[in-house]
């Protein structure tokens, strides 16, 4: 059975198609290297957990195929202010049009408002599309295990070190996180959305937590919504956190929400 994963890998490659039509390897990593430089995206969430704080990647999401439209008409300009004014330690900034209604232009358009390092989510499956990103100014990229063999996220990952990225290495079980140990970034991610059924289950975050070695860092991605949530994963150890939708969705007071998460600890 194809599942929506499936669904967009096989899009993404004529995405890549098309952009090898336009560009080269070389021509975009010309680009990159005329990019404004790197912002620090591991040092910025180092700098917020060394205070015993959480260090919050926020995303900009217009729709998603487990939420469908989550804020039609969101000026992620404006929404990503906030959030650099909440505390954010960092940005994600979906690019995947059909999915998820995101864009380049979008990513390019908050990194010329916020100070922010910034991720650019998306499914890589070409080392040229980490050039593309460099190229429009991130400073990491996203490596999905589920959706790339052990070759081509090692690619992928040289790609975004060579350009002077940070790379996040995106995994849901313990057969993943084992071939994410196997890779040099030390940013590990736990997605509590299983991509391929699409169902968010926190206790994926418990269940790997104890498997991370010191020297990798832990994000819990997915399904994060309330205080209560942060402290639960914090249990775990986790001071990193990757939250999209339901910030997204919070229509009055966006930057105390984000302090909020941010601050959030047991007593
Ligand atoms: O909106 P949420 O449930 O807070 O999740 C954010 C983020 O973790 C999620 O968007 C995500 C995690 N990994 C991905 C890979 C592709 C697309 C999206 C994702």
């Known amino acids: 059975m194809s599942t929506a994963l499936d669904r967009i890998i096989a899009y993404k490659h004529d995405e890549v198609a098309a952009l090898k039509q336009a560009e080269s390897f070389e021509s975009l990593s010309r680009m990159a290297s005329e990019a404004s430089p790197v912002r620090g995206f591991a040092a910025a969430m180092d700098r917020v957990a060394a205070q015993d704080e ?60 916020v100070s922010l390092p910034m991720l650019r989510k998306d499914f890589l499956v070409d080392t040229i599309q980490v050039a593309e990103a460099r190229a429009h100014g991130a400073d990491c990229i996203l490596v999905i295990l589920s959706a790339v063999d052990d070759v081509l996220a090692a690619e992928l990952s040289a790609a975004a070190t060579g350009f002077g990225m940070d790379v996040l290495i995106e995994t849901h079980d313990e057969a993943e996180l084992e071939r994410a140990l196997r890779l040099p970034s030390p940013l590990i991610g736990v997605n509590n959305r299983d991509l391929k059924r699409m169902v968010t289950d926190l206790s994926t975050t418990e269940r790997l937590a104890p498997l991370m070695p010191p020297d990798r860092h832990l994000i819990a991605e997915s399904g994060i919504s309330t205080t209560d949530h942060i402290i639960r994963l914090r249990a775990t150890g986790a001071r990193r956190f990757l939250i999209g939708e339901s910030l997204m969705k919070v229509n009055q007071m966006r930057e105390s929400a984000v302090t909020g998460l941010r601050k959030a600890r047991s007593n």
Request: proline share 7%.
């Open 54 to 113: 959480n260090a919050l990647i926020c995303e900009l999401k217009r729709k998603s195929p487990s939420a469908g439209e989550i804020l039609p008409g969101a000026d992620p300009v404006a929404i990503a202010t906030e959030y650099e004014s909440g505390g954010a330690a960092c940005l994600s900034v979906l690019t995947d049009g059909p999915s998820f209604g995101g864009s380049l232009a979008d990513f390019s358009a908050i990194r010329s408002a």
